[in-house]
């Protein structure tokens, strides 16, 4: 008697071709050398994710609490969100940025501004479409054009051109033909901030080509210098060609609830609904409701935030540069972008496993972002300084310095 066939022998059950398109996921083999190190009894200093480490402000905790009990929450929430969340987020926008939005037409929440950033690609783009992407780029803004069939034009960040890509030197054919730009200030993962005339370049820039500029503010809160970050939407024009997209969970420790939400311009807010609708049901109520707690929070709660990841920030900055590395210090994000001289001989992949390996120190190789990554590795801010100062002292003692 023969035996069933297992999965891989069923031909007809081979993934979609689109799957196979997207270039390797490097988190996946940091995860299993993670693994590995943990299982060989390593203490492990995980600055690899961006994943915030402190919890969640209690007032958004207990918000939730309270939420959870209510039964007119238990069922599918409204599609398109609960109007009382939209309507304190088009508060905090005016609050926080002087953003005019109008809650029912211009703002979406979304389950996280991931799923949000791959819907609007498979909303927007077909196959053989091109988008404009930078690299190395937050890995969604590049694998949601993909999934979606689309080709790519990779803008290069580089410390040469400030980490902004060079609009003026797309080639007009490409301009012409492209339909989608994604930008992302502060950015992840070089950590570099733009003054306002870079976004109303970008504006202008795609007004002028009719596409559809996309603005990553996941970082719009996590700010140094007294100078915060623009929302796009603060200038004139943006709404006529873009949408920004906003997380709770870097400003408010909340990765975990998957909240955020779009704005901007009225028809691709209402495209991305109406491919929405076909796909998921929005956030439970219960966790928009505890949202909207988030967004009433005093600004002094988001100052803390702030001001811890600025301690970490100057205390790795200094510690980086006592040990001879060159590093500029990011103005805000939650990372430092460190470069890695020649002199070295290594890729960033093969300096991250041999700092793994020598100290149980994780960062990320700057690969993991995209072919304009190489060179770098990426350093979260997201242990506690004692652990910081630990890893440092590590690093100090080990052979991975310039
Ligand atoms: C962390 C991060 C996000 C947030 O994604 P969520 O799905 O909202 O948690 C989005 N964009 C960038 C650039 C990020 O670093």
Avoid at 41 to 70: F, H, M, Q, W, Y
Avoid at 99 to 109: F, K, S, T, Y
Wanted: glycine fraction near 8%; include cysteine; charge should be neutral.
């Amino acid at each position: 008697m023969s035996s069933p066939a297992s999965g891989s022998e069923l031909i007809k059950l081979s993934p979609a071709a689109r799957l196979s398109r997207l270039p390797a996921y490097i988190f996946v083999r940091l995860d299993e050398l993670k693994a590995e190190a943990r299982k060989n009894g390593k203490d492990l200093i995980d600055l690899g994710l961006g994943n915030p480490d402190a919890p969640t402000p209690s007032p958004v905790v207990n918000a939730l609490r309270d939420a959870v009990s209510e039964p007119a929450f238990h069922g599918y929430p409204p599609f398109d969100g609960i109007p009382e969340f939209k309507a304190a987020i088009a508060g905090w926008m005016k609050r926080r940025y002087q953003v005019e939005l109008e809650p029912a037409r211009e703002i979406l929440p979304l389950a996280g501004s991931k799923e949000g950033l791959a819907h609007l690609a498979m909303a927007y783009l077909d196959h053989g479409d091109l988008a404009l992407i930078p690299s190395p780029c937050y890995p969604v803004h590049q694998r949601g054009p993909v999934l979606a069939g689309a080709s790519i034009f990779s803008l290069p960040l580089t410390a040469e051109n400030g980490f902004v890509p060079d609009l003026e030197a797309i080639p007009a054919e490409v301009a012409a033909a492209a339909k989608l730009l994604i930008i992302n200030y502060p950015n992840n993962p070089t950590g570099a901030t733009v003054n306002g005339d870079v976004l109303e370049r970008a504006v202008h820039f795609c007004r002028q080509h009719q596409i559809l500029l996309v603005h990553d503010f996941a970082y719009g809160e996590i700010y140094f210098e007294p100078e915060r970050p623009h929302s796009l939407l603060e200038f004139s024009g943006a709404k006529e060609i873009g949408i920004e997209f906003h997380t709770l969970s870097k400003a408010f420790n909340m990765a975990g609830w998957r909240v955020g939400f779009a704005a901007g311009n009225e028809t691709v807010i209402k495209t991305l609904y109406a491919l929405k609708t076909n796909i998921d049901y929005g956030v439970f109520a219960a966790i928009q409701t505890a949202a909207m707690a988030a967004l009433s929070l005093p600004d002094t709660e988001i100052e803390t935030i702030r001001n811890t990841y600025r301690q970490r920030r100057d205390l790795l900055v200094s510690g980086l540069k006592a040990m001879g590395w060159r590093v500029n210090p990011p103005q805000a994000g939650m990372y430092v972008w460190l470069a890695l001289p020649r002199s070295l001989g290594m890729s960033s992949s093969e300096f991250c496993e041999h700092l793994l390996n020598e100290t149980g120190v994780v960062v990320t190789p700057g690969i993991a972002f995209g072919d304009g990554g190489e060179g770098y590795v990426r350093i979260s801010l997201v242990a506690p300084v004692e652990r910081l100062r630990e890893a440092l002292r590590r690093w100090q003692s080990s052979r991975l310095k310039p």
